[in-house]
T-cell receptor
Framework: EAQVTQNPRYLITVTGKKLTVTCSQNMNHEYMSWYRQDPGLGLRQIYYSMNVEVTDKGDVPEGYKVSRKEKRNFPLILESPSPNQTSLYFC???????????FGPGTRLTVL | GQNIDQPTEMTATEGAIVQINCTYQTSGFNGLFWYQQHAGEAPTFLSYNVLDGLEEKGRFSSFLSRSKGYSYLLLKELQMKDSASYLCAVRGPSGTYKYIFGTGTRLKVLA
């Protein structure tokens, strides 16, 4: 089944403890992106990638890192999480630039 | 600055027609997307406009006017399952995968 998967789906952690949220797609998509969704603020783009080893900042990249070493995977890294990074995170991918985005199921992160 | 505006909430009756408006001001425009998002779930694609005019897909239609920075999503023959949030999103500058999303319109369909 064609899909975008994210792990973990739920995570509660403490301030400063490094974590990685994985994202993987099996559709051979070129383009991938990370978003966070907060009440009243909507979806905001954190980082995106247009190809292997090519990443760029979205609107809210502070406090996050990404890497794209393989086409299918696009992990989101929080080196030192803080409570203001408590949010619902979505990974998305597209086959082509003009194609729609396909979203993963989301990861609900709580930073205490 | 960049901005996408949509109404926060709308209510309509089952079987009716509802129009959800979206206005945008963005640096660069390479298409406008509408997504549906049920509570606690991921957004799913509804429609895409890159040229002016109306795109129709079953019960859903979307309209775009680039000169006015305006789009709407029209939902016909509303069903209870259409109760969801509807997100307007613009893909930004050419050659990028940058997206700006509106905050979404929460639609309640009443019996």
């Amino acid at each position: 089944e064609a899909q975008v998967t994210q792990n973990p789906r739920y995570l509660i952690t403490v301030t400063g403890k490094k974590l990685t949220v994985t994202c993987s797609q099996n559709m051979n998509h070129e383009y991938m992106s990370w978003y966070r969704q907060d009440p009243g603020l909507g979806l905001r783009q954190i980082y995106y990638s247009m190809n292997v080893e090519v990443t760029d900042k979205g609107d809210v990249p502070e406090g996050y890192k990404v890497s794209r070493k393989e086409k299918r995977n696009f992990p989101l890294i929080l080196e030192s999480p803080s409570p203001n990074q408590t949010s619902l995170y979505f990974c998305a991918s597209s086959l082509e630039l003009f194609d729609t985005q396909y979203f993963g199921p989301g990861t609900r992160l709580t930073v205490l | 600055g960049q901005n996408i505006d949509q109404p926060t909430e709308m209510t309509a009756t089952e079987g009716a027609i509802v129009q959800i408006n979206c206005t945008y001001q963005t640096s660069g425009f390479n298409g406008l997307f509408w997504y549906q998002q049920h509570a606690g779930e991921a957004p799913t694609f509804l429609s895409y406009n890159v040229l002016d005019g109306l795109e129709e897909k079953g019960r859903f239609s979307s309209f775009l006017s680039r000169s006015k920075g305006y789009s709407y999503l029209l939902l016909k023959e509303l069903q209870m399952k259409d109760s969801a949030s509807y997100l307007c999103a613009v893909r930004g500058p050419s050659g990028t995968y940058k997206y700006i999303f509106g905050t979404g319109t929460r639609l309640k369909v009443l019996a």
